[in-house]
T-cell receptor, first 111, second 115 residues
Framework: GENVEQHPSTLSVQEGDSAVIKCTYS??????FPWYKQELGKGPQLIID?????GEKKDQRIAVTLNKTAKHFSLHITETQPEDSAVYFC??????????FGKGTLLTVNP | DAGITQSPRHKVTETGTPVTLRCHQT?????MYWYRQDPGHGLRLIHY???????DKGEVSDGYSVSRSKTEDFLLTLESATSSQTSVYFC??????????????FGPGTRLTVT
């Protein structure tokens, strides 16, 4: 991947609402798109990923959608809980084994 | 943290001194990476390794060198630390992408302060 734009940089929601974070990428050869969650003082943790041969993937309250034509992918968190508060990073796997990361989104879930 | 340890976890050093950070894995993964994390920049790749003694540069490699003499250890060296290298450093590991697997797993990080 060459360049990954992530929006928004901060997001505040009420507990129980949904949260959506979007990323766009530039490398048309990219075929792997992971999302990481980073809690304060810890390393990033892989929470979900998607490959270019599918358009959507779900895992309980989180889902990722991919639009290869438009070169964007999104993270969806439903029924948000205070423990979802963290910084979320998207990444683009490009056509090799290196990841290019977005700059991150600080999600705050208010009780 | 997927069998990854980093040492030290915190370090304060003076400008001009050499510093070596260590990443150790127990997963026998082929690929290892060093990133730095700074506010407003996210995670940026410094160097990576695709096997013992096989390394290559990332996007912010200037001022850093790496070595990998064993599968389980990947060392990052700052030959002469500068204040601009104050950052949090993360190591990550990954299996061979030969089977289409790109998942990277991160260590707990090392906070380095250069005064």
């Amino acid at each position: 991947g060459e360049n990954v734009e992530q929006h928004p940089s901060t997001l505040s929601v009420q507990e129980g609402d949904s949260a959506v974070i979007k990323c766009t990428y530039s490398d048309s050869a990219s075929n792997y798109f992971p999302w990481y969650k980073q809690e304060l003082g810890k390393g990033p943790q892989l929470i979900i990923d998607i490959r270019s041969n599918v358009g959507e993937k779900k895992d309980q309250r989180i889902a990722v959608t991919l639009n290869k034509t438009a070169k964007h992918f999104s993270l969806h968190i439903t029924e948000t809980q205070p423990e979802d508060s963290a910084v979320y990073f998207c990444a683009d796997g490009g056509s090799n084994y290196k990841l290019t990361f977005g700059k991150g989104t600080l999600l705050t879930v208010n009780p | 943290d997927a069998g990854i340890t980093q040492s030290p976890r915190h370090k304060v050093t003076e400008t001009g001194t050499p510093v070596t950070l260590r990443c150790h894995q127990t997963e026998n993964h082929r690929y290892m990476y060093w990133y730095r994390q700074d506010p407003g920049h996210g995670l940026r790749l410094i160097h990576y390794s695709y096997g013992v003694k096989d390394t290559d540069k990332g996007e912010v490699s200037d001022g850093y060198s790496v070595s990998r003499s064993k599968t389980e250890d990947f060392l990052l060296t700052l030959e002469s630390a500068t204040s601009s290298q104050t950052s949090v450093y993360f190591c990550a590991i990954s299996e061979s992408p030969g089977g289409g697997s790109y998942e990277q797993y991160f260590g707990p990080g090392t906070r380095l302060t250069v005064t």
